[in-house]
């Protein structure tokens, strides 16, 4: 059974930064694609970033140069660090595995987290 846990979601202002994880559980994360995706209410999930088994990184275009992804294979974790926090990036993130294709474009996922909230103003 996968379990996926997301945790570091906030309350912040315009400029600031988070750092979201993702603590994998009945999955080995670095044996296939992880990856980010947000939701605001009345819009589509949409991909933010995802990390493949090799290492390579892929960024929705929104947050190239400001979010970044990483792993830790020893505590079996994905990171999402969030740099200059803008209004439009609030939204409930979610942790995905199994990302399919392997892409910040994708929308497919075998395994999902419950999602945390991210607010910026």
């Known amino acids: 059974h996968v379990q996926l846990v997301e945790s570091g979601g906030a309350a912040v202002q315009n400029g600031g930064s988070l750092t979201l994880s993702c603590a994998s559980s009945g999955y080995t994360a670095n044996t296939g694609c992880m990856g980010w995706f947000r939701q605001n209410p009345g819009k589509e999930r949409e991909g933010v970033a995802i990390?493949?088994?090799?290492?390579?990184?892929g960024y929705e275009d929104s947050v190239k140069g400001r979010f970044t992804i990483s792993r830790d294979n020893a505590k079996n974790t994905i990171y999402l660090q969030m740099n200059n926090l803008k209004p439009e990036d609030t939204g409930v993130y979610y942790c995905a595995a199994e990302v399919f294709p392997c892409r910040s474009y994708s929308d497919y996922a075998e395994h999902w987290g419950q999602g945390t909230q991210v607010t910026v103003s």
């Open positions: 990390i493949d088994s090799d290492g390579s990184t």
